[in-house]
């Protein structure tokens, strides 16, 4: 099976070498087809999203993906907004869920965040009016709002759960946030067996830090998504644990919620889990059900045991002690 992938920047190369030495070690024999984005690319080509790796993944359809560097205030859009307009990876998926042996102040979470990747605040539509006075332009169209409540939905059925909770802010922003409010109540009557609250997301945050547990599946615009996204992590371990995708109808895209964490970048003391945890989804996704729940499992086992984590996770070892665990808890 071909499949490509992008190491990225930072911590990139380093998880996702770990990834692919786990998948191998689970057998699964994959043909990497290596594309190259980030800051590294930027160097080597002039352009930190070439349009050949764009190519390679219409073509093969499915990329396992280290995060890439996007310099603050400066220089290129944000490659991963790109990536995800390019494709039209229109929904991020981030399962979040309560792991064995890591110590956090909830048990039992278990929530997916749904966010809209390709509009919002993150359309990427900045200008300046005058000097001292800027804009961003928030867009939110009826076909993108439904279709992400819609994918949400269709997920929580598919998923077996019960309840899916919209986020806003339709209060202040009453025309965007609007539209999507009206847009999510229309498509929640198409699926009157599954619970759909309506929640402004600042109360979202506040429940969330109350009691995680009441949530199901949580669906949201872009910037709220990145923000929720983080926070949830925190309930659950860190970014250095939780997994993520990208999907559209014809292309998907896996990666973690984390960044390439430029402070620990090269001194092999990533976490990988959570680009593990990815490949897991993709693995799901391309039909390799069986390697990917071994997977999870050999996961599981080795944040019980607790032997040679990261020190994100409070233990004393590195990239390679807690891929070396895993691979040895694959049964
Ligand atoms: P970050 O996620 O890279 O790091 C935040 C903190 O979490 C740092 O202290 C880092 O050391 C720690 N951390 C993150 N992943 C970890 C892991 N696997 N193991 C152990 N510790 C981990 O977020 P930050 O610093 O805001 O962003 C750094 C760069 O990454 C920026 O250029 C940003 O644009 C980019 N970024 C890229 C993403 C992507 O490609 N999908 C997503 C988020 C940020």
């Known amino acids: 099976m071909k499949l490509v992938l992008i ?5 990139g190369p380093e998880v996702t070498a770990a990834a692919c030495q786990v998948i191998e070690a689970a057998g699964v024999h994959i ?9 590294g690319a930027a160097e080597h080509y002039g352009e930190p999203l070439p349009e050949a790796t764009l190519d390679l993944i219409r073509t093969h359809r499915v990329a396992l993906k280290g995060p890439c560097t996007t310099p ?13 307009q390019g494709l039209d990876l229109y929904a991020s998926v981030r399962p979040v869920r309560s792991l064995p042996g890591i110590r956090t102040p909830f048990d039992h ?10 509009e919002g605040l993150y359309a990427g539509l900045e200008h300046q009016v005058v000097p001292g006075v800027v804009e961003s332009l928030r867009v939110i169209t009826r076909t993108a709002a439904e279709r992400i409540v ?6 929580a059925r598919h998923s077996g759960r019960h309840r899916v909770t919209f986020c806003h802010k339709a209060d202040v922003m009453r025309l965007t946030d ?21 929640t402004p997301v600042d109360n979202v ?32 371990g860190g970014l250095g644990v939780v997994p993520g995708a990208n999907l559209g109808s014809r292309y998907a895209v896996f990666e973690a919620v984390h960044g390439s964490a430029p402070d620990i970048a090269g001194k092999g003391l990533a976490n990988p889990i959570a680009v593990i945890r990815s490949a ?15 997977i999870e499992n050999a996961v599981l086992r080795t944040l019980q045991a607790g032997i040679g984590l990261t020190r994100d996770l409070g233990g004393d070892g590195n990239t390679a002690t807690i891929t070396a665990q895993i691979i040895k808890n694959l049964e």
């Open 205 to 236: 945050c506040l429940q969330l830090a109350l009691d995680p547990t009441q949530y199901d599946v949580l669906v949201m615009e872009n910037l709220f998504g990145d923000v929720i996204s983080d926070l949830c992590a925190g309930l659950v």
């Open 280 to 294: 897991v989804m993709m693995l799901d996704h391309v039909g390799e059900r069986a390697a990917a729940a071994r």
């Open 178 to 198: 609007g539209l999507f409010l009206d847009c999510a109540r229309a498509v929640a009557d198409e699926f009157p067996f599954i619970t759909f609250d309506e």
């Open 31 to 39: 043909d990497w087809i290596r594309a190259d984005a980030g800051l």
């Open 72 to 84: 603050v205030g400066k220089g290129f859009r944000s490659i991963n907004v790109r990536l995800r």
């Open 109 to 118: 979470v278990d929530l997916i965040v749904v966010r809209e990747n390709t």
């Open 7 to 11: 190491a990225g920047d930072g911590i």
């Open 150 to 155: 819609r994918f949400a939905f269709e997920l």
